[in-house]
């Protein structure tokens, strides 16, 4: 599910490919590689917690 959302986030930012990122697609990049890492985190720290709980 996380790689689908980052697919389309992606697929918002980049419009078309081209030589260059502009400033409003470089920000929607960034917005889209830290949400990346947020839910990432959030999973990986759910699965330790369950595997702790599991112990």
């Known amino acids: 599910m ?3 959302i ?5 697929d918002k930012c980049i ?3 081209g030589p260059k990122i ?4 470089q920000a929607c990049l960034v917005n ?3 949400r990346f890492i947020d ?7 759910r699965f330790a917690h369950l595997l702790q ?3």
């Open 15 to 17: 419009d078309k490919p």
């Open 39 to 45: 839910a990432s985190l959030v999973l990986t720290n």
């Open 53 to 55: 709980g599991s112990r």
């Open 6 to 10: 980052t697919d389309v986030c992606w």
């Open 22 to 25: 502009d400033g409003r697609t």
């Open 32 to 34: 889209c590689v830290e």
């Open 2 to 4: 996380v790689h689908h």
